[in-house]
């Protein structure tokens, strides 16, 4: 399963919460670090 690194917080492809940290991330104008990969890429 993939995870997700927005901000300072680490969300799985699954979880519940992941969509409403992907909306703030966007608010926020962050980018999600996919972390299936060394070094992450967005």
């Given at each position: 399963?993939?995870?997700f ?38």
């Amino acid at each position: 399963m993939r995870q997700f690194r927005i901000g300072e917080r680490t969300c799985d492809e699954g979880a519940p919460e992941l969509q409403s940290a992907l909306e703030q991330a966007f608010e926020r104008k962050q980018r999600p670090l996919c972390l299936c990969r060394e070094p992450p890429t967005t």
